[in-house]
């Protein structure tokens, strides 16, 4: 499950070096550019029915996780890996997606993305094991890596003035209704034709999107080295890629994961956990290695000094996290412990993403009054006691009284940080390099999330197996109560390291 998190309209690719390096990019948008010759919605169109996708994706397995746990029987760990692979790969592909589209054909990548997604999709509804359906997802996820910004490069290049703003504005809904929609329509799918529905749903669609893209979206040339074809051009743009930077920062995220994935049924002291964590150690070190010295790293050095960034990165991480958290143990928790069907599952939720735009909208006329530090305090004391009072639903629980409040009160309380946190974000980032610290932001938005799935789900996993009504009840109370401490850690790091003054100027909106 993903939302839309306000914050500035994005400038430029996601990439940050394209900016940098190649000045010919669209600069940033200002209300009095002029409008150049309209253009047809159709290019848009496409890159947005391929976004529709993606964000989907994130959701729609939500409420079917409990009928292909039954179906496939999967452990509560092996469950969390049909989220966490899919925004692992995703969020930690992201900055590199966008430095592929930039530096080659943004049509071309546009295109390899979607048709690697339609395959992965596909062989996702066809898996008949854990560890093929696991695998597929964490395909989606790379396609979806290479999609997004691809998709977000060509709106914002093939439009200009009042269009191309349009067009922002409708890439931004996008994420605002996979919150209700994904879950929804997971839930439909999932009780009319069974989970396998929701992945083979993107084929049709993604293929229809792939023969319209073809002849509709507008060719681009790479840039000018990667025209040329000698071998001295060709290592160079390969340095550009940052692939070690990217193959690093995967790999340490997939053995972080797989650790704590263990750490419910083996136990923290055992030797499969200490071995992962080990091995994501050095993955992670090698990474921030490889970026000190990479002629174009995924993450420049500067980037760790620039304290605003960092610091609503981190606290953007951290409430993601208990989002997607939150969703995945509750939507178990609904069908296994309430006996709700997935479409009923789907419906329950639809009063939280309502919360969470009401949230939103809450912080963005708070911050006219009040510093960002204290908005995102504010939401986050909110959230942990949302997370407390739904820890405290049992078998007897109903929904009307046992899990809406709490799910309306953390709904609330998450709306409310992500505006303060991402004005934090790019407080004072010059247009320049609003694409690198868009990106950025958004990484910890992703890998919060599969980071969230991943500890909420190994500490609720210690309480019980959750798929079982027992299990799951014990491990929903525990894993509530984890999700209300890290609430609380962040309130924390808000009050430490966020700004006191008031925030100038409009509160933009960001997408997903």
Known sequence: MTTTQPMPQPNSDLSAHAVQEHGNRPGPLTHDEPDEQRRTWTVAA???????LVVLDISVVNTALPSIGADL????????????AYLMMSGGGLLLGGRIADLLSRKVVFLVGLA???????????????????????????????????????????YSGRQRRTGLALWGAVGSLGVAAGVLLGGALTTWLGWQAIFFINAPIGAAAFIAGISAIPANAPVKELASTTQRAYV???????????????????????????????????????????????????????????????????TWKVRTLVTGTAVMLAVTGILVGTVFL?????????????????????????????????????????????????????????????????????????????????????????VPVSVTAMAGIPPQHAGMASGFLMTGHEVGAALGVAVLSAIATSAGTLTTAGGAANGFTRG?????????????????????????????????
């Open 73 to 84: 029987h999967l452990t509560g760990a092996e469950l969390q890996w049909l989220v966490t």
């Open 480 to 512: 509530l109560l984890a999700a209300a401490t890290i609430a609380g850690v962040a309130a924390l790091l808000a009050f430490w390291r966020m700004p006191a003054t008031r925030v100038t100027g409009p509160v933009g909106h960001m997408h997903h």
């Open 116 to 158: 690697v997604f339609t395959v992965a999709s596909i062989l996702s509804g066809l898996a008949d094991t854990a560890t093929q359906l696991t695998l597929s997802r964490a395909g989606q996820g790379l396609a979806a890596a290479l999609l997004t910004p691809a998709a977000l490069s060509i709106i914002s290049t093939a």
């Open 236 to 302: 160079s743009t390969l340095r550009r890629f940052d692939i070690p930077g990217a193959v690093t920062v995967i790999g340490g995220l997939v053995a972080l994961i797989y650790g704590l994935g263990a750490s419910g049924p083996d136990g923290w002291g055992s030797a499969k956990v200490l071995v992962a964590l080990a091995v994501s150690a050095v993955l992670f070190t090698a990474f921030i290695r490889i970026e000190n010295r990479a002629a174009a790293p995924l993450f420049p050095p500067h």
């Open 330 to 418: 509750t939507s178990i928790y609904l069908q296994t412990v309430l006996g709700f069907s997935a479409l009923q599952a789907g419906l329950a939720f639809l009063p939280f993403a309502l919360a969470i735009t009401g949230g939103t909208l809450v912080a963005r006329h708070a911050l006219a009054h009040g510093s960002p530090r204290a908005v995102s305090m504010v939401g986050l004391v909110v959230t942990g006691a949302g997370a407390v009072l739904l820890s405290r639903a049992d078998a007897s629980s109903a929904y009307g009284t046992g899990i809406l409040p709490a799910l309306l009160v953390i709904g609330v309380g998450v709306g409310a940080v992500f």
């Open 46 to 52: 496409i890159a947005l029915v391929a976004q529709v």
